[in-house]
C-alpha cells in the first residue's frame, strides 16, 4: 500500500479535528418543534405574543358572567347564544365572500360579548340581528382598508336609532368601587396589549373635566360629579369601546383629538340635549372624524398581529377583515414601541 504525502495527511488531520470542533445543532423550541402540529396554541409561548384580543374576550366573558350571576341582571342564555351564534356566523360569510385566508373568530366573538354586556332586548331574534349588523358593518363601511365605525356601537346606535325594541342601561352594573376597580384593571391589561392605553386616559381625563366643569359652573357639591363617574358602564366604553385599535386614528396626536371630540360630543348630548347614551351617540358621530384626522395627523396603520417568524407574511393578523393595501402595518406587540 503506497504511503501518503505528508501533507496529505495533515489536511485529513486537520479535516477531522475540524469536524470535532463542529458544535451541536441547537434543540428547537417549543414553537419551532410544533410548529406543523400545533402552531397556533404554541406560538404564544415563543417568540409571538399572545393577541390582545384574548384579553379582551377574557374580560368581557368575567364582566357578562358578573352581570349574570352576581347582578341578576336580565341576560339569558338564549339571548347570549344568539348574540354569540349570529356573530360567527355572519364572520364566516363574510369571510367566505371576502375571499379572505381564513375565518378568525375572535373579533366577532369580541363583538358579541359586548353586545350581551350592554343590549337589552326581549327577542332572542332582535339579538341575532343586532350581532348580524354588527359584524357586517366591518366589512361593508370601510375607509382605506379598514373598518370606520366600532361594530357594537354601531349596532346599538342603528337600532336605538329605527325604534327597534332595544335599550341601553347605563347604570345597570350600578356605582361599586371594587367593581369599578376590577374592570379599570382589566382593561387597563387590553389597552396596553393593544397600545391604546392613550386614547382611554385622554378620553377619562376629557370626560372628567367636561362634568367637573359643569357641575362647577352649576356649583354643584363635588360629590355630584364624582358619582357620575363611578360608573362601570363608563369605565366599559372607555376600556372597550373607544380603544377599538382599528377605528381609531392612526397617530397618538389624532388618538388624543379624537378622545377630547367624543368627551365634547357625549357632554352636548347627555347634558345639552338631555339624552341617554350620550356615549354611544357622540362615538358614533366622532367616528367620522378619524378620516380627516388620520389626513392631517398621519400615523402607522395598526394590525392585531404579525408573525414575523415566517418571512413574507405581511397579512397574517388582519385576515378577519378585509386586507389592507397602501398604508404601513405596526404589528400589535410592536405598535407601542412605535407610537
Avoid at 489536511?11 to 410544533?34: F, H, I, K, N
Avoid at 366573538?109 to 331574534?125: H, N, Y
Avoid at 369601546?241 to 357625549?266: C, E, N, Q
Wanted: glycine share 8%; charged share 15%.
Amino acid at each position: 500500500m503506497p504511503a501518503r504525502a505528508p501533507h496529505t495527511i495533515a489536511a485529513s488531520a486537520a479535516a477531522v479535528e475540524a469536524l470535532a470542533r463542529t458544535p451541536e445543532p441547537l434543540p428547537r423550541s417549543a414553537s419551532a418543534a410544533g410548529r406543523g402540529v400545533f402552531p397556533r396554541l404554541l406560538s404564544p409561548l415563543g417568540r409571538r405574543r399572545a393577541d390582545p384580543r384574548w384579553y379582551q374576550i377574557a374580560a368581557l366573558s368575567l364582566l357578562l358572567a358578573y352581570g349574570a350571576f352576581g347582578l341578576h341582571l336580565e341576560i339569558t342564555w338564549a339571548h347570549v347564544a344568539a348574540f354569540v351564534a349570529a356573530a360567527l356566523a355572519a364572520q364566516w360569510t363574510c369571510t367566505r365572500l371576502g375571499e379572505l385566508q381564513r375565518f378568525d373568530p375572535r373579533s366577532a366573538l369580541i363583538t358579541a360579548l359586548g353586545l350581551a354586556t350592554m343590549l337589552r332586548t326581549p327577542s332572542p331574534g332582535v339579538a341575532a340581528l343586532a350581532a348580524a349588523v354588527a359584524i357586517t358593518s366591518k366589512f361593508v363601511i370601510r375607509w382605506k382598508g379598514k373598518h370606520l365605525f366600532n361594530p357594537t356601537n354601531f349596532a346599538l346606535v342603528l337600532l336605538l336609532a329605527i325604534g327597534a325594541p332595544v335599550w341601553v342601561s347605563p347604570g345597570q352594573y350600578g356605582h361599586l368601587a371594587f367593581f369599578a376597580l376590577g374592570i379599570a384593571c382589566m382593561g387597563t391589561l387590553v389597552v396596553n396589549r393593544a397600545a391604546r392605553s392613550d386614547v382611554t386616559f385622554a378620553f377619562l381625563a376629557a370626560w372628567a373635566a367636561v362634568v367637573f366643569g359643569r357641575s362647577a359652573w352649576l356649583g354643584e357639591p363635588a360629590r355630584i360629579p364624582l358619582h357620575r363617574l363611578e360608573n362601570g358602564m363608563l369605565l366599559q366604553f372607555a376600556f372597550f369601546m373607544i380603544s377599538d385599535p382599528r377605528t381609531t386614528p392612526s397617530s397618538r396626536a389624532g388618538r388624543i383629538v379624537f378622545a377630547a371630540l367624543v368627551a365634547l360630543g357625549a357632554g352636548y348630548v347627555q347634558f345639552k340635549l338631555f339624552r341617554t347614551n350620550g356615549l354611544l351617540w357622540s362615538l358614533a358621530l366622532g367616528t367620522l372624524a378619524v378620516p380627516l384626522l388620520d389626513r392631517l395627523l398621519p400615523g402607522a396603520r395598526y394590525e392585531w398581529n404579525r408573525d414575523r417568524s415566517r418571512p413574507g407574511n405581511s397579512n397574517q393578523g388582519a385576515s378577519d377583515e378585509a386586507r389592507d393595501h397602501g398604508s404601513p402595518a405596526v404589528p400589535g406587540a410592536a405598535a407601542a414601541a412605535v407610537r
